[in-house]
């Protein structure tokens, strides 16, 4: 099973940059595909990106797209998360998490961090 933990996160102005790192420890990460997710305060936890197991295919939500990158390093067990030109309503809790399947739906996906907060400032 893995383990996740998030890190990166802060308070920026928009139009900043955040990076996001997710340590993944187990033996199986690197056969796993990777997402990050984020909640908003009274919102439902949303996809942001995911990342498959080799890191040559990633697919982005509409509204980050063009903006956040999502990669990986299989030798360093972890996933990135780096987003430019921020914007107040990206402001949310990010989380990542794994799945054995490659697919964007948040019941796919089986094991969780404990989020790191992300507050874009106007």
């Known amino acids: 099973q893995v383990q996740l933990v998030e890190s990166g996160g802060g308070l920026v102005q928009s139009g900043g940059s955040l990076r996001l790192s997710c340590a993944a420890s187990?033996?199986?990460?690197?056969?796993?595909?990777m997402g990050w997710f984020r909640q908003a305060p009274e919102k439902e936890r949303e996809f942001v990106a995911t990342?498959?197991?080799?890191?040559?295919?990633?697919l982005y939500a509409n509204s980050v797209k063009g903006r956040f990158a999502i990669s990986r390093d299989n030798v360093k067990n972890s996933v990135y998360l780096q987003m430019n030109s921020l914007k107040p309503e990206d402001t949310a809790v990010y989380f990542c998490?794994?799945?054995?399947?490659?697919?964007?739906?948040?019941?796919?996906?089986?094991?969780w961090g404990q989020g790191t907060q992300v507050t874009v400032s106007s």
């Open positions: 998490a794994v799945s054995s399947v490659w697919t964007t739906r948040l019941y796919e996906y089986t094991n």
């Open positions: 990342i498959d197991r080799s890191g040559g295919a990633s």
């Open positions: 187990g033996r199986t990460f690197s056969n796993s595909v």
